[in-house]
């Protein structure tokens, strides 16, 4: 799923210049754990910046320590990508544009 996700931003960035330019947000679906490294590693060994992408990481949970939902956060525009699991599959079955 993460070299999906990879793979799709690099996808945009070649399709259009004017995409890259601007900032990505990247939604966990949890805090920082291992589990997401691969796309810490992309981001300090300077691949997003290669193909001209400024990536934000997101943890889930907010500075006052309360969660959000990554499937809400790409709803309400406040991140680009999101990383998930069922949740996505059943909002995209409620027919919910994710």
């Given at each position: 799923m993460q070299k999906l996700l990879f793979g799709?931003?690099?996808?945009?960035?070649?399709?259009?210049?004017a995409f890259c330019s601007e900032k990505v947000v990247l939604q966990l679906k949890w805090e920082h754990e291992f589990q997401f490294a691969g796309y810490y590693a992309a981001l300090w060994q300077g691949y997003y910046k290669?193909?001209?992408?400024?990536v934000e990481i997101k943890p889930i949970?907010?500075?006052d320590g309360s969660m959000v939902n990554p499937?809400?956060?790409?709803l309400n525009g406040n991140t680009h990508f999101a990383?998930?699991?069922l949740d996505i599959l059943t909002a995209k079955d409620k027919g919910l544009n994710v």
């Open positions: 799709i931003i690099i996808l945009c960035c070649t399709i259009t210049n290669d193909v001209d992408i400024d949970s907010r500075k499937v809400d956060e790409i990383v998930g699991s």
